[in-house]
């Protein structure tokens, strides 16, 4: 080889062709033609001054000129490749500030918060503060940055201008104490659900789907326990004061608990993720919902 003068546009196209034997595939890759790949490989000869491949019908084939410059420019990739993601840590790093996120009080306990530590490893400099309630965080007055919702995404604050994107779905089955005595007359006879005892939720929020279905279910009798925290409820179920409805992803994972009835899930809500417009540029914000849509992904799917 007589010229080392290197031109990436020209190397990536010999790169992608040495990786893959030819043109067409090379192309393929680089979602372009055959033909380009074929003008920048031998563009890349004619400035080299030497042959890189030989053509023959089963494909390219680098000569020994053409083998040392892909070891050389492989690692030159490489070394990009490894630049490209110590600027997007620095990047991240340099993400400061707070962000300030809206959620269920069973999202935060169970998803969110202990994965938290995953998200400051990654912008250590970014704190994060959690409004936990029923209630929906107004984010036109900017209760929160962004919201993490199990809600139709039709409802909006007060006539705001906000993004909404789906996260996932949240599967919710019917609950009891392992072992309990409503346990084993659930597997001896499923349909007598109203002999049971129940935990369900207070009068303000008898319109929730779980109060509803278990209202429907238990249409006869009052619950053994009425509150406002799913947390309590779920405690209660594991006491044995009563069947209760909890999302899947908590309840499976309870080994103290068993599906009560069916081992589907009695029904499913949409998670969605909300924001106002005026932050869609907002690193803080995308970072975090990123991030949770990646819990939710991997936690949730």
């Known amino acids: 080889m007589k010229n080392l003068s290197f031109d990436w546009n020209d190397l990536k196209f010999f790169l ?21 790949v074929s003008r920048h490989v031998t563009a890349l000869e004619e400035r ?21 410059l892909f070891k050389h420019v492989e690692q030159v990739e490489q070394a990009m490749m490894a630049a490209e ?24 306990i169970h998803l969110i918060v ?36 199990i ?14 994107s ?6 919710f089955a019917a609950y009891c104490r392992a072992g309990s005595a409503a346990a084993k007359l659930a597997r001896k006879a499923p349909d007598t659900w109203q002999q049971l005892d129940y935990v369900s939720w207070d009068e303000a929020w008898a319109d929730l789907p779980m109060a509803k279905w278990l209202k429907a279910t238990f249409s006869e009798k009052s619950p053994a326990l009425a509150c406002n925290s799913i947390q ?9 004061i009563g069947i209760g409805v909890l999302p899947c992803f908590v309840g499976d994972r309870d080994a103290s608990l068993e ?3 069916s081992s589907q899930p009695i029904f499913s809500r949409e998670l969605w993720l909300v924001y106002h417009r005026d932050l869609k540029a907002s690193q803080r914000m995308i970072a975090l919902r990123d991030f949770i849509q990646g819990l939710v992904k991997n936690h949730l799917s």
């Open 166 to 171: 789906r996260a996932g779905t949240l599967d």
């Open 16 to 36: 992608a062709t040495a990786r893959h034997g030819g043109l067409t595939g090379a192309a393929a890759a680089l979602h372009t033609s055959p033909s380009t």
């Open 151 to 164: 809600a139709d995404p039709a409802i909006r604050d007060g006539g705001g201008d906000y993004i909404v």
């Open 114 to 149: 202990p994965n938290l530590h995953l998200f400051r490893a990654q912008y250590p400099r970014l704190s994060v503060e959690m409004n936990i309630s029923l209630a929906r965080a107004n984010l036109s007055k900017r209760e929160a940055d962004l919201a993490l919702r």
């Open 85 to 108: 993601r110590n600027g997007h840590a620095s990047a991240q790093r340099e993400i400061t500030g707070q962000v300030r996120l809206a959620t269920s009080e069973t999202l935060a």
């Open 259 to 261: 599906r009560f009835g």
């Open 232 to 240: 309590a409820q779920h405690v209660a179920i594991r006491a044995g």
């Open 48 to 68: 080299m001054q030497a042959t890189l491949f030989l053509r023959q019908q089963s494909g390219y084939q680098l000569t020994d000129d053409g083998d040392a």
